[in-house]
């Protein structure tokens, strides 16, 4: 009998300590899932970001950080044109994509995406879903292509992306575009074509040959998402990816460095800038925002810079950075194009 009832006793025991065990793991997986995910800010307030890049990765594996549709399809409101030519880089066809609203009553501000990639990958299409999103509320937008670097080296990229606003601007009228008020957005390598663009207007030596020589190549606004700003900087003129996109180390050709710096054209005329840029950042480091932030100070640039802690490079793909950051390009849109 008292060996029936140590038995019992112990098989009690079990049962409870395994009931202790569950709900303690039912709070752990709580509670780490609270932590992981991603929650919008308050306000104007930035979306809460992680302590690491390890575990933006848990979260997006366990289904805490959504990311946006890339693939999001075209709605009956919004016409689509895609492959147009818009000029030559050399022997090569350049080509963008349009997003057309079809009530436009009047001319709308156009807004042009430049995708990034290091400058030798990415696609045009890799911004589609901000085209849709910005189509839907008024905007004639585009996406455009350029030439990567194993077709040709800097300065080839902002000559295209030049050559495509030349386009832009020359055909405005014929999609209900208003060729006065153009801005250009990027992220990565696009964001720095983006501010070469932005920033550059008076140097024609970076304008190309691509098409509408007679046409200003000005634009009205630039939005700079996580860009390189500074090549000359001692991590910049170390890495692989600019050393390939010049074509020459540091060493060999420093003047091409700062040439391809859009610090280097940062003046008092230059277009009003808006930067956004994550504290975890691992490619692109926050610093290079921060450096554009303090040219733009004082040369006396109108901007706006929001840094983000907890968040990476390419942020803007998780849905709740994506929402925060069309938000605050919207207000700056309206603030810097006028009204659509």
Same mark, same amino acid.
């Given at each position: 009998?008292?060996?029936?009832?140590?038995?019992?006793?112990?098989?009690? !025991?079990?049962?409870?300590?395994?009931?202790?065990?569950?709900?303690?793991?039912?709070?752990?997986? @709580?509670?780490?899932?609270?932590?992981?995910?991603?929650?919008?800010?308050?306000?104007?307030?930035?979306?809460?970001?992680?302590?690491?890049?390890?575990?933006?990765?848990?979260?997006?594996?366990?289904?805490?950080? $959504?990311?946006? *549709?890339?693939?999001?399809?075209?709605?009956?409101?919004?016409?689509?044109r895609e492959g147009i030519e818009y000029g030559k880089g050399g022997e090569s066809s350049l080509k963008? *994509?349009?997003?057309?609203?079809? *009530?436009?009553?009047?001319?709308?501000?156009?807004?042009?995406? @430049?995708h990034g990639g290091g400058w030798s990958k990415g696609k045009r299409g890799d911004y589609r879903y901000?085209?849709? $999103?910005?189509?839907?509320?008024?905007?004639?937008?585009?996406?455009?292509?350029?030439?990567?670097?194993?077709?040709?080296?800097?300065?080839?990229?902002?000559? %295209?992306?030049?050559?495509?606003?030349?386009?832009?601007?020359?055909?405005?009228?014929?999609?209900?575009?208003?060729?006065?008020?153009?801005?250009?957005?990027?992220? !990565?390598?696009?964001?720095?074509?983006?501010?070469?663009?932005?920033?550059?207007? %008076?140097?024609? &030596?970076?304008?190309?040959?691509?098409?509408?020589? %007679?046409?200003?190549?000005?634009?009205?606004?630039?939005?700079?998402?996580?860009?390189?700003?500074?090549?000359?900087?001692?991590?910049?003129?170390?890495?692989?990816?600019?050393?390939?996109?010049?074509?020459?180390?540091? &060493?060999?050709?420093?003047?091409?460095?700062?040439?391809?710096?859009?610090?280097?054209?940062?003046?008092?005329?230059?277009?009003?800038?808006?930067?956004?840029?994550?504290?975890?950042?691992?490619?692109?480091?926050?610093?290079?925002?921060?450096?554009? *932030?303090?040219?733009?100070?004082?040369?006396?640039?109108?901007?706006?810079?929001?840094?983000?802690?907890?968040?990476?490079?390419?942020?803007?793909?998780?849905?709740?950075?994506? %929402?925060?950051?069309? &938000?605050?390009?919207?207000?700056?849109?309206? $603030?810097?194009?006028?009204?659509?």
């Amino acid at each position: 009998m008292e060996e029936q009832a140590r038995h019992s006793r112990f098989a009690r !025991s079990l049962k409870v300590s395994g009931i202790g065990v569950f709900v303690w793991l039912v709070v752990v997986l @709580v509670t780490v899932r609270t932590m992981l995910h991603a929650y919008p800010g308050e306000g104007n307030e930035p979306p809460a970001g992680y302590p690491s890049t390890q575990l933006i990765k848990l979260a997006f594996v366990t289904g805490q950080l $959504k990311l946006v *549709d890339v693939d999001l399809a075209v709605p009956d409101s919004i016409e689509f044109r895609e492959g147009i030519e818009y000029g030559k880089g050399g022997e090569s066809s350049l080509k963008l *994509d349009l997003y057309l609203p079809k *009530d436009l009553k009047a001319p709308a501000p156009i807004l042009m995406f @430049v995708h990034g990639g290091g400058w030798s990958k990415g696609k045009r299409g890799d911004y589609r879903y901000y085209c849709v $999103k910005f189509a839907e509320q008024g905007y004639v937008v585009a996406t455009i292509s350029y030439r990567l670097r194993d077709v040709a080296l800097f300065p080839a990229a902002v000559e %295209d992306t030049k050559c495509a606003v030349r386009w832009m601007r020359a055909n405005a009228a014929k999609f209900d575009g208003d060729s006065d008020r153009i801005a250009m957005i990027g992220g !990565s390598a696009g964001g720095h074509l983006a501010m070469m663009t932005g920033y550059s207007a %008076d140097d024609t &030596a970076l304008e190309g040959t691509g098409g509408n020589p %007679d046409v200003s190549s000005r634009v009205q606004a630039v939005v700079n998402l996580y860009g390189p700003v500074d090549m000359t900087t001692e991590y910049a003129r170390n890495h692989e990816l600019i050393i390939s996109y010049l074509g020459k180390s540091y &060493a060999e050709a420093p003047d091409l460095y700062e040439r391809c710096s859009p610090l280097h054209y940062v003046s008092a005329d230059d277009s009003p800038t808006l930067i956004f840029h994550g504290s975890l950042d691992e490619l692109v480091p926050i610093s290079q925002a921060e450096r554009l *932030d303090e040219a733009l100070e004082k040369a006396g640039v109108e901007h706006e810079f929001y840094p983000l802690k907890g968040w990476p490079h390419t942020m803007d793909a998780a849905q709740v950075v994506n %929402d925060y950051c069309m &938000a605050r390009m919207l207000d700056f849109f309206e $603030k810097h194009l006028g009204a659509n």
